[in-house]
């Protein structure tokens, strides 16, 4: 954080309040600017005592060494050239948005050159949303990847590593396509999962009442991503459409293949529910 | 349980366990009878201070008033029959598995008939398996369906009703075919929705090392049950396939019609998520 005296928040729901936590905790020197979109939410957080008061526009934010940009995905490319002009010289955007190409897409050779723009991505995140919801320790022990582009000088990079660092995160550089097609897999298929199971249950709900009584924890467990902030959640699968339907239809492909060994190979079905099983082990950190 | 003096538990990992440590809890005064056709289990429920011993063979549980088979699905028909020609007249016998058509199929009319057989299904479990895994409040407010045939003597079914209540779960009554149904979806899918997604992620780790950096809470707890007993899960899938198919074809053409409005209709995805965002809420208890 040595290089951060103002630090900026933009969107302070979830995502932007955690931090504000986070910082507020840990780095009480540092002056935080605060931004949001939306009045109540403003209210929210001053109500919460999260803070005195939050900035009455973007251009308040010019003097902060470094902003994040916590704002649905659709959003970021607008709110970052909205902000960059009157940033002081060398300052650092960044944002937390689940899709990347698209906005490096949209920002492309808008920016001034006294300003650079780190694109990040923090695998950390909840279905609750709101300032009320943000959580002083949300980032501790969580990957945040970073797509810094070929041009983005190596101070700025640096800068919002130490960042992320100091929040307890674990950082890493990735390159904008592999982003998107990994996150699609590991963070929009399974929304995307969650959403098509609440549907599917639904369906059978509507045929039969007693569904109600056949819920357990696992079910539970598989549906929560699907009570997620639908603003949020409609932006990226907007914004990452290519990745999330080829991984999409890649998993329907390995549910298709599921199909023909119940019905027609059955013998297959401890093999390759084992399959899955060493490789859950060994993710979850388990001994196999 | 005031007409259970003597318990008979057969199958001591995760659910047998639990039985048996919240009877042993709760109602110090029962007998319980102890069975478990591995030797290993046997020795880690001794271990495990959980019983003194266990039987050497199922004729010793005659005397039970009770019998609960915590047995694979695929073998609980053949224990149950073994089991009820030596047992005393109206003794009531119950198993936990996940398919029920089957089994009642499979014991049909080889009952003798001073005994009955009530087809039971507790909706708790975990990924974890073996008489360590097991806890004393496994039970505690969750549903235990309970599957009676006609013929089953209503006192049988109140015998069993009895037990579960008395282990905290909420009981209730239905129909085989019913049964099979809704549990492969909000039980059997789920599992191999997470062996397949699982399946699909070990595909993309091949491809590249890089996405072990992308998995975050979401994902985890989206494969946690493919990390379940590949015994346990390869009998459900074996003993419940024509429903199990069902569904998940039935989630198929969700994703499909997912895959069809993302690349063709984008404009009804925010109401497709709220759909499943308000259904879910509500589920999940909360506030929509």
Redesign the interface.
């Known amino acids: 954080m040595e290089h951060i005296r103002h630090l900026g928040i933009v969107g302070l729901g979830l995502l932007g309040s955690s931090i504000l936590r986070a910082v507020k905790s840990n780095y009480p020197h540092i002056h935080l600017h605060l931004f949001d979109g939306s009045r109540q939410v403003c209210h929210e957080v001053e109500a919460l005592g999260l803070a005195p008061r939050c900035a009455g526009s973007l251009a308040e934010l010019h003097e902060c060494d470094l902003v994040v940009v916590c704002v649905p995905t659709g959003a970021v490319a607008t709110v970052v050239i909205a902000l960059a002009e009157g940033m002081k010289r060398g300052a650092v955007l960044t944002d937390v948005g689940s899709a990347k190409q698209m906005v490096i897409n949209e920002v492309g050779d808008r920016l001034p050159a006294h300003v650079s723009f780190v694109p990040g991505h923090p ?4 279905e609750q949303s709101g300032p009320g919801a943000g959580r002083e320790d949300l980032f501790a022990g ?2 945040c ?1 970073l797509i810094p582009l070929a041009t983005t000088p190596t101070s700025a990079i640096e800068r919002v590593e130490g960042f992320w660092r100091a929040l307890g995160a ?1 950082t ?1 550089r ?1 390159d904008a396509r ?1 982003h998107d097609h ?2 699609a ?3 929009h ?16 709900l509507a045929i ?1 009442p ?2 109600g ?16 902030d ?2 949020v ?2 932006s990226i ?2 914004d990452n ?1 290519a990745a ?2 080829s ?6 492909e ?3 293949q ?2 023909a060994i ?2 027609e190979r ?1 013998v297959e ?2 093999g ?6 060493v ?3 060994r ?2 950190g ?1 001994v196999v």
């Open positions: 695998m950390a995140g909840g969580k990957s990847l674990v890493c990735v592999q990994i996150a897999l590991t963070s298929l399974p929304h995307l999962i969650a959403f098509s199971l609440m549907e599917t249950f639904g369906d059978q039969n007693q569904t009584s056949f819920i357990g924890r696992s079910f539970f467990e598989q549906i929560r991503l699907a009570s997620s639908v603003t959640w409609t699968f907007e459409t999330l339907l991984q999409t239809e890649h998993f329907i390995v549910l298709n599921w199909c119940l019905q059955p079905l401890h390759k529910i084992s399959h899955s099983s490789l859950a082990n993710l979850l388990r």
